[in-house]
C-alpha cells in the first residue's frame, strides 16, 4: 500500500488533530461545519503549509454510501457532510492507507461496516456495529429503523427507535 493519509471529519479537527507526518485530506462541507476560532485557524495554517488538501467525493462512491447507511439504520444518524466524508474515504480507499479520524460514533459504525480505517482523537470510539430499528411503545411490534411515520400501524401507539448490535469489534 501507498503512503499513510488521514481524512479529518470536524470532530477530529475541533479535537486538535492534523497529522504533521502525514498527507491530511477533507471536504469543504466538512470546513463549513468548523466554527470555533482555534480549530479555523488551525486548518488556515495547514492548508497554508500544505498539510491539508481538500476533495470532494465520486457519485459513485456516494451511491455506495447510501444504500450502506440505509441498510444499517444509520440513515437518519448521519448527516450529508458524514455521508460525504465516508463516501471520499471509500473512493480513496483504493490508493491510499488511509484513516479517518472522527469522535462521531454513527460515522466509526459505518466505516466499521464498510472496512475503512477510523480513529477516534478524544472518545474511546465504538466496540461493535450497531443497527437501529423502531419499536412501538404498546404492542411491541418491530419496523425498520427506515419506516415512515412515528405510530404504529397496528395499534396507534408511539415508535421509538432502538439500537441493536450487530457484531463485535
Given at each position: 500500500?501507498?503512503?499513510?493519509?488521514?481524512?479529518?471529519?470536524?470532530?477530529?479537527?475541533?479535537?486538535?488533530?492534523?497529522?504533521?507526518?502525514?498527507?491530511?485530506?477533507?471536504t469543504?462541507?466538512?470546513?463549513?461545519?468548523?466554527?470555533?476560532?482555534?480549530?479555523?485557524?488551525?486548518?488556515?495554517?495547514?492548508?497554508?503549509?500544505?498539510?491539508?488538501?481538500?476533495?470532494?467525493?465520486?457519485?459513485?462512491?456516494?451511491?455506495?454510501?447510501?444504500?450502506?447507511?440505509?441498510?444499517?439504520?444509520?440513515?437518519?444518524?448521519?448527516?450529508?457532510?458524514?455521508?460525504?466524508?465516508?463516501?471520499?474515504?471509500?473512493?480513496?480507499?483504493?490508493?491510499?492507507?488511509?484513516?479517518?479520524?472522527?469522535?462521531?460514533?454513527?460515522m466509526?459504525?459505518?466505516?466499521k461496516?464498510?472496512?475503512?480505517?477510523?480513529?477516534?482523537?478524544?472518545?474511546e470510539?465504538?466496540?461493535?456495529?450497531?443497527?437501529?430499528?423502531?419499536?412501538?411503545?404498546?404492542?411491541?411490534?418491530?419496523?425498520?429503523?427506515?419506516?415512515?411515520?412515528?405510530?404504529?400501524?397496528?395499534?396507534?401507539?408511539?415508535?421509538?427507535?432502538?439500537?441493536?448490535?450487530?457484531?463485535?469489534?
Amino acid at each position: 500500500m501507498s503512503e499513510k493519509v488521514y481524512i479529518l471529519d470536524a470532530s477530529g479537527i475541533i479535537g486538535g488533530f492534523i497529522s504533521q507526518k502525514h498527507p491530511n485530506i477533507t471536504t469543504s462541507a466538512v470546513l463549513d461545519e468548523i466554527k470555533d476560532l482555534k480549530s479555523q485557524m488551525m486548518v488556515q495554517s495547514a492548508i497554508q503549509e500544505g498539510n491539508l488538501q481538500i476533495a470532494e467525493p465520486d457519485s459513485g462512491a456516494l451511491m455506495k454510501v447510501q444504500k450502506a447507511v440505509k441498510s444499517s439504520g444509520d440513515i437518519l444518524r448521519l448527516s450529508e457532510v458524514d455521508k460525504e466524508l465516508v463516501a471520499l474515504s471509500l473512493f480513496l480507499k483504493k490508493n491510499y492507507n488511509l484513516q479517518v479520524v472522527t469522535d462521531d460514533y454513527s460515522m466509526q459504525n459505518i466505516l466499521k461496516i464498510m472496512h475503512i480505517p477510523y480513529r477516534s482523537v478524544l472518545t474511546e470510539g465504538i466496540n461493535e456495529i450497531y443497527g437501529w430499528i423502531k419499536i412501538c411503545r404498546g404492542c411491541r411490534q418491530k419496523y425498520p429503523s427506515d419506516h415512515e411515520g412515528d405510530e404504529c400501524d397496528t395499534c396507534g401507539s408511539a415508535l421509538y427507535r432502538k439500537k441493536i448490535k450487530k457484531s463485535s469489534k
